[in-house]
Each structure stands twice: as structure tokens, then as C-alpha cells.
């Protein structure tokens, strides 16, 4: 176990430095680390896999949803993100500290979030190393229950909010239909289901303690990197917004309070 997350600790670095020199040096665009970010899940599990040699039913279930998952991610976040303008928290930290910031964010940026990767990813080694129990137990099927809840929300959420932004007449105002209506962030919500289900994968070969992973996950999106800072610039740019919070839930979809 402890040669697997060295593995997977060597490869989120190793993705990272990769990511850095592409979208820090080469296309000045930091923004573009999110892409790295869900390709960065599936480069841990293949290298995690290969290291180990065999390919049991658990660890094949492991790939195939952290790939369903993570190269979705990548491709959907570098599509958007590529060709567009830098992120504004990231053009914010370039802006305070001048043109050295493409040098100090492999450190400030990318590896802060390779580590992070790391420790999110820890039920992936977990379910992938661990060679027993061998067969699938009741416990992997209710985690592919739960990551496959987490997966379509996740993917409705995204689509729901991609076609409100194609349309102009939508501009500046708040999406409050579909899964929206029931939580300001469902695709967040979505996000933290399908690591808690990659857990519960992991939990049946008995790797408890790799709950550090879902857990420090679903702490950035709620108080961190997620939640707090869409909410302080959507209520700074969408006179509706406002409204929005008062009638719905944050995070767990709810019945909406109007």
C-alpha cells in the first residue's frame, strides 16, 4: 500500500510539472490546470494499476469510473478554458505579483493542487492495491450506486447550466430551473457524491482511513475553492442572485423555500 500511494503521489506531481510548463510557460493561461486536475485522477489510477501488475474486478471498476469521470472533466474544462481569458482568481494573483508569478505558481499552483490530488485519490490506491477481498462485495456496488449518482447529476448540472449561458438572453441572470432550482451548486454536490463513492469502493477492502480523501474534497468545495468564492462574485454580478440564496439549498439539493 505505502509503494502504491508513492505511485500515485510521484504521478499527481509529475502531471502537475507537465501541466505547468504548458499552461503556466508555454500558453500563459493558469486557468487551464482544471483540466489537469480530472486527467490528473485517471494518469494516478493507470500508474497505480500498472505498478501493481494485476487487474482485479475491483480495481478494473476503480479505472473504468475514475476514467468515465476524470477524462469527461479534462476534455469538458480544457474545451472551455482554452482560447478563453484566465481565470480570474489566477489573474488576480498574476496581477499582485508581476511576471514572476509563471515561475512561483509551480509551487503556489500547481504543486499546492498535485498534493491535494494525492491525498483525494488515496481510495483509488486503496481499491486498486489492496487484493482483497477478491471478488465484489456488497459494499463496492452500493459505491458504484453512489458514484453513478453523483456522475449523472453531475453531468445533467453541467449541461443544464451550459445551455442557459449559450442563450443571450440569459445574460446576467440566474439559472434556478432544473437541478438548480433544488441547489445553487448541484454539480459540486454531484462531485463530492462521486468521490464518496470511489470511498465506499475503497472501504471494502477495509482501507477506512483513505475517507481523508472524500472528506478533505467535499472541505475545499463547501468552505475553500468552491462554494465561498462563486457565491461572493455571483452575488457581486447578478442583481438576482441574492434572492436565489435565500430560496435555495447550497449544496444538498432541497425542495426550494418559496
Known amino acids: 500500500m505505502i509503494t502504491a500511494l508513492l505511485v500515485g503521489l510521484a504521478t499527481a506531481v509529475g502531471v ?7 499552461a503556466s510557460l508555454w500558453l500563459g ?29 475491483r480495481a478494473l471498476l476503480v479505472l473504468c469510473c475514475v476514467a468515465a469521470w476524470g477524462l469527461r472533466l479534462a476534455i469538458d474544462l480544457g474545451r472551455r ?20 508569478f509563471r515561475y512561483r505558481s509551480l509551487v503556489s499552483v500547481f504543486m499546492l493542487q498535485g498534493v491535494l490530488l494525492w491525498i483525494v485519490s488515496w481510495p483509488l490506491a486503496a481499491a486498486i492495491s489492496e487484493p482483497s477481498p477478491s471478488s465484489l462485495a456488497l459494499l463496492d456496488y452500493v459505491g458504484l450506486a453512489v458514484f453513478g449518482a453523483g456522475f449523472l447529476i453531475e453531468i445533467a448540472a453541467d449541461a443544464q447550466l451550459a445551455r442557459f449561458r449559450s442563450d443571450p438572453a ?3 441572470a440566474v439559472l434556478d ?12 454536490f454531484g462531485d463530492a457524491l462521486v468521490w464518496w463513492g470511489l470511498f465506499l469502493i475503497a472501504a471494502a477492502t477495509g482501507a477506512w482511513w483513505t475517507v481523508v480523501g472524500p472528506l478533505l474534497l467535499t472541505g475545499m468545495l463547501l468552505t475553500v475553492s468552491g462554494v465561498p468564492l462563486l457565491e461572493k462574485r455571483q452575488l457581486a454580478t447578478r442583481p438576482g442572485y441574492a434572492a436565489y440564496v435565500e430560496r435555495t439549498s447550497s449544496f444538498i439539493p432541497l425542495p426550494p423555500r418559496d
Do not use: C, K
Open 81 to 100: 478554458n482554452l482560447g478563453a481569458e484566465e481565470d480570474y482568481r489566477y489573474a488576480q494573483m498574476r496581477a499582485r505579483h508581476g511576471a514572476w
Open 170 to 172: 440569459n445574460a446576467g
Open 16 to 22: 502537475m510539472i507537465v501541466g505547468w510548463l504548458i
Open 177 to 188: 430551473r432544473g437541478l438548480w432550482r433544488w441547489s445553487r451548486h448541484p454539480n459540486y
Open 29 to 57: 493561461n493558469i486557468g487551464l490546470i482544471d483540466a489537469f486536475w480530472g486527467g490528473g485522477f485517471v494518469a494516478v489510477a493507470v500508474a497505480t494499476l500498472l505498478w501493481e501488475g494485476e487487474v482485479s474486478s
